[in-house]
């Protein structure tokens, strides 16, 4: 029983392995940046994020509405980390276009630039996800265990979403 659900598993794993190489944009240039990128209002990013909204909600609110608020919150939260990953995806896409068709022909302080730029693009998708995930946690734990205490946006600033925003 185990070894089938971890056959399973694991050609689950291969066919969207398989997809998503077979499918992808095989590069990204310049051009394309712009069409992929897309706008996002820092301010509802930092209010579905920041602690400092939810203790205004936490003390305005029942805490029926509150739970009801905490919870759209936390989509809100998911969906703009799926916004800001593919915002990411278009700029590292973008430095490897770079890196591949004009490297040489880019001064060098460009290149550094381009470095860091990959190299920022990489660690957000990488928090994006980690961030992502802790958030869908939530979601399933307060479906399931409604009686455990709300989850609270301060425990998301160990894990650095500040420094994503």
Known sequence: ????????????????LFHRLTTRLSERTPKDVFLFLQKLDMEALYGAFHPEAEEHFRSTLTPEEFKRVQFKRIHLAVHYCNIISGNAWALQGWMEYER??????????????????????????????????????????????????????????????????
């Open 1 to 16: 029983m185990i070894f089938s659900t971890s056959v399973l598993v694991f050609l689950l794993l291969l066919s969207i």
């Open 100 to 165: 591949k068709h004009n490297w040489r022909f880019l001064h060098p302080e460009l290149q550094e630039m381009s470095r860091s730029l990959r190299e920022y693009s990489t660690q957000v998708r990488m928090l994006a996800f980690l961030i992502r995930l802790k958030l869908r946690w939530w979601l399933v734990r307060m479906a399931v265990a409604p009686f455990l205490p709300l989850p609270t946006f301060e425990a998301l600033l160990e894990l650095g979403s500040a420094d994503m925003i």
